[in-house]
Structure formats: C-alpha cells, structure tokens
C-alpha cells in the first residue's frame, strides 16, 4: 500500500507537467532549468547553513533540516524564475503539438525533481514515521528491527532527485573539493523517507542536535570481534553525549538503529546501520545489547549528564570495497572519522570500569576538606513558595498521577499564598523521572558549608567563577546544576532547566557578600546516587556521604 502522500505526490507532478504543457516547450525548457540550478544550489549551502546558523541545541533543530532546505530550494527557484522573465521575456514560436506533447514531458522531469526536493525537505523535519499511509524505509520487526523498505512511492521522486544531483555532483555539477554529494549523503532518500523520522514513539522524539552537544572521536575497528551470524569483523563508534541532545525536558537520550549509520566514500558508497550497543547500566558497569527489535533503543541513564554509548557496526558490508568507512552520520549530523584497528573486546572491558576519584580529604589551605553534608539535602522542595497550577506562569507544570511539578521556564514569586487552593492543584516541587530524584545544595553566601565563592579559601576564590560546580557521585560522574531556588528579600526566584545544566558558577544567580540572600542549587540525579563530593572545577571542596533516596514529595 502506496497511502494517501504517495497519490497526492503523484497528482501534484502531474499536475505541474500538465501546466507547462500549457504553456509551451521553450517555457518548459526555462523552468526545468531553474529548478536544476535552485536544486544544486539548495544542496551546496544546505549543510552550512544548517549548522552555521540554525542547530543551536533547541527545540527547532528538529526542523532546521528540513525547513532551510526547503527555503533554499524556493528562494533560489524564485530568483531564477524572475532572471529568467526578466533577461528572456520572449517565447520562441513552435508547432503546436510540439508544444504540448514536448512541454508536458519537460514539465513531468521539472515536476518529478521539484517535487521530489519537497519530499526530501519534508522527510527531515520532526513528525510521524508515518505520513498519510506512507512509511519507505523504517526498522521493522520481520527484519528483527533492522531498517529495510516498507513502501515504494508509485513515483520514486526522492530517489531520482537523489541519483539526479548525485550523477550531477560526479560530473557537470562536480565541487572542487575531494568529495561530492554523492559520496557525502548516500541514501539520502532512504533517510527522508523516512529513517531520519524513525524515532521513539513513533517519530515524536528528537530527529536532530547540535554539534556542540555531540562528540565522536573516531571509528574503531577489529577483524575478530564477532557481533553478526557469527561472522568476525566489527567497526565502533564511541559518541558521548551531552543533555542538550536529549529528548522531552532533558530527561534522556534515545537513539533508535534507523537514527545512526556508517558509510564510505566509494564511487558506490555503502551505508551500514547498526546491529549492537554498548552503554552504561546503573552502577557504574556497562553492557552489549542488541538492535534485534523495534521497541530497542540505545539511551542513556536517567539523570545523567553526559550518555557515553558505543554503536557496533558489522563489517562484512565492507570486505569487498576499496575503501573502509570513514563517515559517521546520527541524528542529521555527519562526522569524518579516523579508522584506529583496536581490540574491541579490551577496549569496551576499560570502559565499563566506573571511575572513582581522588579519595584526598586534605585542603589546599591546610587541614581537611570541610564536611558539607549538611548542605547536601535529598529533597524536592520550592519552598518557602507556595503555588497551584494556576499561579505558576511563566513556568511550564508537569501533572502527573504523583501531583503537579515544575518542569520548565524561570518564575518571580512571593513567598507563601494567600490564595487557598485543592491538594490537586498544588505544585509539589521540581520534576524529574521515576529514576531520579532531586538533590537540593545550599550555595549561599558565607554561611554555607560548600563555600563555592571562595569566602574562607583563598585557593578556591583564585579557581574564579568562570568554571563549573558539580556533584560528585561515588563512581566519579558528576553533575551540573540545573536549577536554583534564590530566595531574595521581598520575593524568591525559581529556576528548572533539566535540558541546559548551569555550565559556570558565573551563570548561577550572583549573591551579595553580605549573606542575606539563599540560595538553593537544585541537581538531579539517578536514585540511589551516593552524593560523596562537591567539585569546583577540577578541584574538590568539600565531601559528604549523601544518597538519594528522597522520594518525589517534599
């Protein structure tokens, strides 16, 4: 079954060449010209554009794709249609059959490459893997959750755009550099339409990131290692990922097998999609799972700021080819990667050993470390504010069966209410999922104990405010701030922003030397966290033995 965008693709082309077989072969002939030229051009500033100006780690990265080269291809359309009636506004006189049959068959090649630009364009902004009864390729269970294709356009638009502008980068339309189109985005249909979109819950998670919230370091390679029908041989790739990439409030990365791919850059590049995983587990270890179903996803752990995931590829694809892989695509974002041969067993055994720190308690002033657990609180409060659903603009409320929780946004309030309210109305603190709770520090100034202004340590004030603060964990993984209570004199400020995590004490509220205010940091963590330490950039100043038990009420 084609469904309903396959017809519609189809009327539309038939459409546009019944037009210009109205209108004349040599206005035909105009036309199809404009749209190769606006095509080329859409594909030359795509990607530059893309992440030079539109991928800045928001919500609209999953349509930047999609949406600049859409408009690209319009604009420049547009341009080249009024160059064209502007410096040729005559027509050449021909015979009328040949008009017709001539402008019609013109018209279709026009209309098949500008709707397939369309598809494209639509094929990489965020929605439904399904679009009104059409799928293409997608992961499916009878291939044990591999990509594969589903439907077939009745009018394959996308795919002879692709081998258009491929051919074309190959030969008249050919870049001066070493690469072309066709080697750089092989499968780029296939991607449209509509593996780009095969995400968790059915295309509504994340399709894009940033590059700022991405880093992948090379492509690892061991002939003996066997992930495939007990054939030997296995490319890796190790990505480390920051929450800026993560789906809904920054709650999680998930990544399905149809959202990440290897290629070469051979005459006829060949795309390999991953078979297995390796991420981390709850307690420092880390484990091999298996693409083999569509419910499967590699995903970091709740709570955790940076997911840290290796995606094994088999390499039999690759035996007879000239080249070995060299590109890494995910998420819209492609990499050119380094080869390192490597043992993949020992390499993934070092990377499930948890990391511990320096357990040294001693004080760069002399003495001991302070202990700070005191300052270090398992709880989910906004107290001393009190507010119902109604009253909490211009935060964004999370209400789920556990009550109503603050999940977003930055919001002035008084302290207290005088306005009664139900117990379901009531906003019970910050939310976080099932698997986090929620770890309150005390950051003010003077009396706290973790002293992140450098008060009573002349080293600690020399580190500066332009570094970090984070949470250490028993394991050694930390964790930014991704919010604050700032309770000020007349009024309190509260702060939730699980997808951005404070990068800098600069970024935090700055507090009076006086210590009249209070601040609370507000740090999510997986449950049962052992909270052992506060870091302030590289160093530690302060331990405490604290576990995150709290519950989600306050």
């Not at 017709?100 to 439904?128: D, H, K």
């Not at 000239?322 to 890494?328: A, G, M, Q, R």
């Not at 973790?450 to 009573?456: S, V």
Request: some cysteine; charged content about 15%; aromatic content about 10%.
């Amino acid at each position: 079954m084609n469904g309903l965008f396959s017809l519609l693709a189809v009327a539309f082309i038939l459409l546009i060449a019944y037009w210009w077989a109205n209108q004349g072969l040599f206005s035909a002939i105009l036309h199809c010209v404009c749209v190769i030229l606006a095509g080329a051009l859409a594909f030359a500033f795509w990607e530059p554009v893309v992440l030079g100006y539109t991928l800045k780690g928001s919500l609209f990265d999953n349509y930047s794709w999609g949406m600049v080269l859409g408009l690209l291809f319009f604009l420049f359309l547009v341009i080249f249609r009024i160059a064209s009636d502007i410096f040729i506004p005559f027509d050449i006189p021909l015979p009328s059959l040949a008009n017709t049959i001539g402008g019609g068959i013109v018209g279709f090649i026009a209309g098949v490459l500008t709707i397939g630009m369309a598809s494209i364009s639509c094929g990489f902004i965020q929605a439904p893997t399904e679009i009104m009864g059409f799928i293409g390729w997608a992961r499916s269970d009878k291939a044990t959750g591999a990509p594969t294709l589903l439907n077939s356009m009745l009018i394959p638009s996308a795919s002879i755009t692709e081998n258009f502008y491929g051919k074309a980068s190959r030969g008249s339309l050919a870049p001066t550099g070493k690469y072309s189109l066709a080697t750089l985005y092989p499968n780029l249909a296939d991607t449209a339409l509509s593996l780009h979109r095969d995400t968790f819950q059915g295309g509504d998670a994340r399709t894009s990131i940033a590059p700022k919230d991405l880093v992948v370091e090379k492509i690892w390679y061991d002939p003996n290692f066997v992930i495939q029908n007990g054939s030997p041989g296995a490319y890796a790739v190790k990505i480390s990922v920051e929450t800026g990439a993560y789906d809904g409030t920054g709650e999680q990365f998930i990544l399905s097998s149809a959202q990440a791919r290897i290629s070469n850059t051979d005459s006829r590049s060949i795309v390999v999609y991953p078979t297995k995983f390796h991420q981390p587990m709850a307690g420092g270890t880390a484990k091999i799972f298996t693409f083999d179903d569509t419910g499967n996803y590699a995903t970091s752990l709740p709570g955790e700021q940076t997911a840290d995931i290796v995606l094994l590829f088999p390499a039999g694809p690759f035996e007879n080819s000239s080249s070995k892989p060299n590109l890494f695509y995910i998420k819209g974002l492609r990499f050119l990667c380094a080869i390192e041969e490597v043992n993949l067993a020992t390499t993934l055994e070092t990377s499930e050993s948890s990391v511990t720190i320096e357990q040294d308690s001693s004080s760069p002033d002399g003495g001991y470390l302070p202990d700070i657990s005191n300052f270090v609180i398992a709880k989910n409060s906004i107290r001393p504010v009190m507010l119902n659903v109604n009253l909490a603009d211009p935060m964004t409320v999370a209400t789920k069966n556990s009550g109503n929780w603050l999940s977003g946004g930055i919001g002035v309030f008084q302290k207290g209410s005088s306005v009664s309210y139900s117990k379901t109305q009531k906003i019970s603190g910050f939310n976080h999922s099932d698997e986090t709770e929620v770890i309150m520090v005390d950051a003010s100034r003077i009396q706290n104990g973790i002293d992140m202004w450098g008060d009573r340590s002349k080293t600690f004030k020399e580190l500066g405010n332009d570094v970090s603060l984070e949470l250490v964990d028993s394991n050694g993984k930390f964790y930014k701030p991704v919010g604050y209570v700032w309770e000020r004199l007349n009024d309190i400020e509260l702060c939730i922003q699980p997808s951005k995590p404070f990068q800098k004490i600069s970024d935090l509220p700055s507090q009076p030397s006086s210590g009249e205010q209070r601040l609370q940091l507000i740090f999510i963590v997986p449950t049962n966290t052992i909270v052992v330490g506060i870091r302030k950039g590289k160093s530690l100043i302060g331990t405490c033995s604290v576990t995150a038990t709290a519950g989600r009420t306050d």
